[in-house]
């Protein structure tokens, strides 16, 4: 990737000639009513709803193509909303930021555009919304939406410096768009000028799709602080003796509770290679911090303490593996895991019958079993995170129009924003909502 440089926001006034973008080697300038940096999925929602208001804009991104989140979301099918939307489904500083966008934007409107474009979509657990064939369905839709409102869409574009125009009526912007045949032609360097400037460049999640800290250096440029970032919904790391553990486990998946003081989930987990993932430990990831446990809760249909207790008077001659197995039924767990935990937290009682432990001991086994206790090392990170928590902060952003209060027509939409949603097509309703709103005024 190409460097970026970012200049004081001060610049003299400068008039703007139309042009035809990439017709000359010679640097052009092109002006615009609104420039939207990033082409996913709030940029081009944002662009398409300015664009129905007659506004002339144009959409630059640093990549080959647009919406690539997009197309990999949802495994393929883009999870694109959810039947069940409300703030307290989103993280942020600001619980309430949120809260206007998303009432102005539903997801019932995005439904209503899915529905009008035809595109075959079907509910899974907990609301969520999927293609039944493919996420491209959403990006063609988006697309033509595009295409239809007037939008210019130039990728392979790298943005080198923005400034703000001494009166505040718009933005330059020096950028460098790489030519199709790099044989042929170089790079070609052209300014933009537009009223506008929209700031929708994502988060930090998954660098080889074009990812960049690229929008919190602008929001920095222009006064705005940082929420520290870090990777979210992301598999949980682990190591010595319990990632063995979980390794050898690797491919099992069965219904917890996942847990931490701030928030639980019912969901499935899944052991991998690498640790622990599946939506109950993604949604966790959202709340933990570096050093804290986490809680496995891996009979949520018993207390285990009184399982544990009543077993010892009906089976007395039972080992815990036995009834753990025989009595439960469907709830039991997988044999595998059965013995895993097995030596983990009862290897000292493993073949010792019931009668002979201690009612205090069972019962402290059984609020393991409902509460096991796990330190992650770490997270597998912006790698395979889905998204990015914290961003840019949103105290000094209008949570009606999500423009900058500090500088005049700067605005920032989508997850480059200190906005996190939880899984389940929450973050595309929040880059759907807060593309909308802005696009509403720019
Ligand atoms: P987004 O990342 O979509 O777009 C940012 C754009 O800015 C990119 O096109 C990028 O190339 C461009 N850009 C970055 N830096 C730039 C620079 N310096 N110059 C120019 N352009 C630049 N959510 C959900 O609700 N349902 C789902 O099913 C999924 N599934 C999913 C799977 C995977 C694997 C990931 C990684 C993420 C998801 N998500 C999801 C999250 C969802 O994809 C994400 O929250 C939205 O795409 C955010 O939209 P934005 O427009 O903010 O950023």
Redesign the pocket.
Known sequence: ?QQ?HISPNTSPKIDTVQNHAGSTNAPSTLAYDVII?????????CALTAGKRGRRVLV????NK?????L????G?????NYDIEPKHYLSSNPHFCKSALSRYLNWDFIGMVSQYQIPYHEREHGQL?CDTS?NDILQMLLTECRANQVTIQLK???QQIQALPDNTGFVLTVNQQANQPAHQKSSEQTLTCHSLVV????L??PT????G??YQVAQQFGHTIVPTSAG?VPFTFTDKIGDAIKSLSGVSFEVIAFNERISFRLPVLFTHRGLSGPAMLQLSNYWHVGEPIFINLFPNLDMAVFLTEQKKQHPKQLIRTVLNDQIGAAALPKKVMITLQNLLWQDMAETELANIKDEKLAQLGEQLNAWRLTPSGTEGYR????TRGGVATDKVSSKTMQSQLQPNLYF????LDVT?W?????????WAS?FVAGEVV
Do not use: P
């Not at 099918?77 to 909303?81: G, M, Q």
């Not at 939409?413 to 480059?416: A, M, R, Y």
């Not at 899984?423 to 880059?431: H, K, P, R, S």
């Open positions: 990737m970026q940096i990033g082409a996913g999925a709030s940029g081009l929602f630059v991104d640093h990549a647009a919406g690539k989140k997009i990999m979301s949802g495994g099918r883009c999870n694109f909303t999927f996420a574009t790298t943005i929708a460049t994502g988060g999640s998954i799709m074009g990812a960049t690229f929008g919904l395979t995170a889905e998204v939409i989508g997850e480059v949603g899984l389940g097509g929450y973050n595309f309703q929040w880059a593309g």
